[in-house]
């Protein structure tokens, strides 16, 4: 059990009691013919309510089972040694992902998503809509933040943008509520200081920001920046090792600046996966029993591979 324990607090979703269900958000779009839509005006976001819960529940946790189980996955079997040596773009990238698939299933705990919706689901979503003359929602990624009565929804243009804009979101949310948790006073100040570290490492110290490990992976797929591609000159310097995921929670993983970026974002990305594993371990600790979308999911996955 880490200090993170008393986060579980503030879970919206309660990821030892889901069962099995075929689908994940966007099937839960197909499937539903009883929710209805509203424009909030206040928020000046789209509202749905008139819904089940309990299946918009399974579904958040399907989804959240698998990017879970991607984040482990994008990692494991990683010759690090090999790889940053030879090969340090493709494993940038594959950090990234690793990072980018954490962040989805832990924005889901705490009630939100960032999920892809197509025109079908648009046109869906139109039919059901009361209030025409506000509907501009298109095909692409929509951030939805759920309550216990309502979802609402709010359209992003780009699909990474929206990831790490919601799960700073979260992080913020959790900052806000640390006096609420069942904790010491010394526990709180350390839960405080874990949020703000993996603020700092999503905007590289800048706690307002929060896409920089989005933009140096960009920078590295499509610019070729950073000389990590052939011909690089990185190859006799670059000291950092990545440790296998298994390790990763027993990592030293605090925030400072490195002033060598390639190295700045392989240590950014590790606070944010320690921060994910640590996470998903209390929760489990938190109760005996595990739903069975979990038990025969990430928490096999992890435990036969990774523990």
């Known amino acids: 059990m880490s200090s993170l ?16 269900t075929k689908g994940g958000l966007s099937s839960w779009l197909d499937k539903n013919n009883t929710f209805l839509l509203r424009y909030n005006t206040t928020q000046k976001s789209f509202e749905i309510s008139h819904f089940d819960k309990s299946e918009l529940l399974y579904a958040i946790a399907y989804d959240c089972n698998r990017f879970a189980m991607a984040a482990v996955e994008s990692l494991e079997y990683f ?11 493709w494993s940038i990238i594959r950090v990234y992902y690793s990072t980018y698939f954490a962040a989805h299933a832990i924005i889901r705990i705490f009630g939100r998503s960032s999920t892809y919706i197509n025109q079908k689901q648009v046109r869906k979503l139109k039919d ?6 506000h509907f501009n929602i298109q095909k692409g990624t929509c951030s939805f933040s759920f309550t216990e009565d309502n ?12 990831l790490w804009n919601d799960f700073h979101s979260t992080l913020v949310y959790i900052k806000q509520n640390i006096e609420k948790m069942t904790a010491s006073s010394s526990i709180k100040l350390k839960i405080m200081e874990e949020i703000e570290n993996v603020q700092k490492a999503i905007g590289n110290g800048d706690i307002t920001y929060s896409s920089w490990l989005s933009d140096f992976r960009n920078a590295v797929n499509y610019q070729h920046s950073h000389e990590v591609w052939y ?29 060598d970026n390639v190295i700045q974002f392989f240590k950014n990305s590790l606070i944010v996966l320690r921060f994910f594993l640590l996470l998903f371990e209390d929760l489990k600790i938190k109760n005996n029993t595990i739903g069975k979308l979990f038990k025969h999911g990430y928490y096999k996955f992890f435990l036969e591979n990774c523990a």
Do not use: V, W
């Not at 000159?233 to 605090?254: D, H, S």
């Open 5 to 20: 324990m008393p986060i579980t607090e503030l879970a919206f979703l309660d990821i030892l009691n889901t069962n099995f």
């Open 79 to 89: 010759n690090t040694k090999t790889i940053l040596e030879q090969g340090i773009p």
């Open 128 to 133: 059901r809509n009361l209030d025409n003359q």
């Open 151 to 162: 979802i609402s929804i709010a359209h992003y243009d780009n699909s990474h943008k929206a």
């Open 231 to 259: 011909p690089t000159r990185l190859k006799n310097r670059f000291e950092f090792i990545y440790p296998k995921i298994k390790y990763i929670k027993n990592t030293n993983c605090t925030f400072y600046n490195t002033n």
